[in-house]
């Protein structure tokens, strides 16, 4: 871990810190607790429901919303990493450094506009 942190990694690293807390808690509290996928799945299959596609449907949603919570949990520990690793900031793909202001708005970022747009359209 880096011993030395600049103002403004102190503040980015405080800002991911707390972030991840509120959305652990996030998670925690919508699965009713800290039930496991399986779990959460078993229990739509327990329920009695009179719509079989009203059950896939909330099934379905509450499947996507995790996915969307664990990816962006794994972009807040990501950012984390790097600021421990001293490379917070740049650009993972060609190494430029990343526009406080960009950091400040995301503060996940690890890429640059332009890498991060090339990104988006190889999707």
Known sequence: MTSFLTPDLSVHRERLLH???QLLQRIAQERGGLVSRA???AEHDVRSFDD???AISERNDEFAMNEHE?????DIESALERID???YGQCTDCGVTIPPARLNAYPTA???IDCQTVAEQRR
């Open 19 to 21: 972030e991840r807390t």
């Open 39 to 41: 779990d959460m799945a």
């Open 52 to 54: 079989r596609a009203q």
């Open 70 to 74: 664990t990816a962006e949990l794994g």
């Open 85 to 87: 690793a001293g490379t």
């Open 110 to 112: 690890k890429r640059c």
